[in-house]
């Protein structure tokens, strides 16, 4: 079996991963690309999304993975990363998602405790696109003003998932999405209206 591509410089592709990451969670809402980064990924995972993972994941963080993502796209996932693949999404660290449409609720994420709220999934979600003045308005720290965006693909409920998600603060999931070139961060303190 030929195992598919990493970072050209695994150490400096991650960082540069990593640091976008940071960089659209701390300004929810701000299409950021990731391309220029990013090796080429085993369909049905675009590059952006299997970027992030390479950069996230590690045989510490237990991984749920979309029952669409199954063959070589885990295969390469596995062995890049190392992360243990669990059957329930609470118990994972991280979810990664490539059919939007058919993802579990929110809530079946790991949510934190009081005491560790920072042992919640993160959701890596695989979009169509991203629409700038999209029917969405959202505020919160990060956003100096209210901002307007839509996601093309995510169930049709999730604004509601993310009311709830985000009445929970400090607990609650924080959220990545993705399209063919650039990811949207969406911590849960960030309110979406629309």
């Given at each position: 079996?030929?195992?598919?591509?990493?970072?050209?410089?695994?150490?400096?592709?991650?960082?540069?991963t990593?640091?976008?990451?940071?960089?659209?969670?701390?300004?929810?809402?701000?299409?950021?690309?990731?391309?220029?980064?990013?090796?080429r990924?085993?369909?049905?995972?675009h590059?952006?999304?299997?970027?992030?993972?390479?950069?996230?994941?590690?045989?510490e963080?237990?991984?749920?993975?979309d029952?669409?993502?199954?063959?070589?796209?885990?295969?390469?996932?596995?062995?890049?990363?190392?992360?243990?693949?669990?059957?329930?999404?609470?118990?994972?660290?991280?979810?990664?998602?490539?059919?939007?449409?058919?993802?579990?609720?929110?809530?079946?994420?790991?949510?934190?405790?009081?005491?560790?709220?920072?042992?919640?999934?993160?959701?890596?979600?695989?979009?169509?696109?991203?629409?700038p003045?999209?029917?969405?308005?959202?505020?919160?720290?990060?956003?100096?003003?209210?901002?307007?965006?839509?996601?093309?693909?995510?169930?049709?409920?999730?604004?509601?998932?993310?009311?709830?998600?985000?009445?929970?603060?400090?607990?609650?999931?924080?959220?990545?999405?993705?399209?063919?070139?650039a990811?949207v961060?969406?911590?849960?303190?960030?309110?979406?209206?629309?």
């Open positions: 079996m030929t195992i598919g591509a990493t970072f050209a410089d695994p150490a400096l592709g991650a960082q540069a990593f640091r976008t990451l940071l960089d659209a969670l701390a300004h929810p809402g701000r299409p950021y690309r990731l391309d220029d980064v990013a090796p990924a085993t369909p049905p995972l590059a952006p999304l299997y970027a992030a993972a390479l950069a996230l994941l590690d045989f963080s237990p991984v749920w993975l029952p669409a993502l199954a063959g070589r796209a885990t295969e390469d996932l596995r062995f890049h990363t190392g992360a243990p693949a669990v059957a329930e999404p609470d118990r994972a660290a991280f979810g990664l998602v490539v059919d939007a449409t058919a993802m579990p609720p929110l809530t079946a994420f790991a949510q934190g405790t009081a005491a560790f709220p920072d042992r919640s999934t993160t959701v890596l979600v695989q979009v169509d696109g991203f629409d003045a999209g029917p969405w308005r959202l505020s919160g720290p990060g956003l100096a003003a209210p901002q307007t965006l839509g996601v093309n693909g995510l169930p049709s409920g999730f604004v509601d998932q993310w009311a709830t998600n985000h009445s929970t603060f400090p607990l609650g999931v924080d959220a990545f999405c993705f399209t063919a070139d990811v961060g969406l911590p849960r303190t960030t309110r979406i209206e629309g």
